[in-house]
T-cell receptor, first 116, second 109 residues
Framework: GAGVSQSPSNKVTEKGKDVELRCDPISGHTALYWYRQSLGQGLEFLIYFQGNSAPDKSGLPSDRFSAERTGGSVSTLTIQRTQQEDSAVYLC??????????????FGPGTRLTVL | AQRVTQPEKLLSVFKGAPVELKCNYSYSGSPELFWYVQYSRQRLQLLLRHISRESIKGFTADLNKGETSFHLKKPFAQEEDSAMYYC???????????FGSGTKLNVKP
């Protein structure tokens, strides 16, 4: 059916508040990625989930960031005590296979987060 | 550390002119290289990958391990090629992708 979906599409919050960003990957895709896209900075890898394996959290910028993936499908990225530097577009991507990196990542439309 | 460098933030060419978007990487092993493209108001999507040795929309990219480059080329640019282009690297048997900062291609009529 549909591609990767993300919600909300836009989020404006006040500094210090917590936010939750949601990603619905393509059905059957075992790999799920979160990236942060800042102006002039390209895509910054945040976290990677593969099936039931422990996620690769090496890209999370601080302990204020966390992510979960429930039932191997939907993922939520949580940012606690948001700071202005967290303002960015957060992209989610999923792919069908892992291992050898032939897999194509399918990206969602992103969530634009603005921290006032 | 692995790194992908796209030295040009903006590249402007006229329609019909050749275009080359530069990408250099730093990695001592055997990487997998990709080009992703984001057209205006569309999602980021895969354009091509070096392992497939394919030509998509007239674009090609050759992996040069000696120069650690994966430049994207097209002999005759079209206005519809105007978009943001990202070079990406993935390590064999890993699934972490490293993206460059992107190059905005503007093809003028």
């Amino acid at each position: 059916g549909a591609g990767v979906s993300q919600s909300p599409s836009n989020k404006v919050t006040e500094k210090g508040k917590d936010v939750e960003l949601r990603c619905d990957p393509i059905s059957g895709h075992t790999a799920l990625y979160w990236y942060r896209q800042s102006l002039g900075q390209g895509l910054e890898f945040l976290i990677y989930f593969q099936g039931n394996s422990a996620p690769d959290k090496s890209g999370l910028p601080s302990d204020r960031f966390s992510a979960e993936r429930t039932g191997g499908s939907v993922s939520t990225l949580t940012i606690q005590r948001t700071q202005q530097e967290d303002s960015a577009v957060y992209l989610c991507a999923s792919s069908l296979t892992s291992g050898r990196a032939y897999n194509e990542q399918f990206f969602g439309p992103g969530t634009r987060l603005t921290v006032l | 550390a692995q790194r992908v460098t796209q030295p040009e933030k903006l590249l402007s060419v006229f329609k019909g002119a050749p275009v080359e978007l530069k990408c250099n990487y730093s990695y001592s092993g055997s990487p997998e290289l990709f080009w992703y493209v984001q057209y205006s108001r569309q999602r980021l999507q895969l354009l091509l990958r070096h392992i497939s040795r394919e030509s998509i929309k007239g674009f090609t990219a050759d992996l040069n391990k000696g120069e650690t480059s994966f430049h994207l080329k097209k002999p005759f640019a079209q206005e519809e090629d105007s978009a943001m282009y990202y070079c990406a690297l993935s390590l064999y048997n890993f699934n972490k992708f490293y993206f460059g900062s992107g190059t905005k291609l503007n093809v003028k009529p």
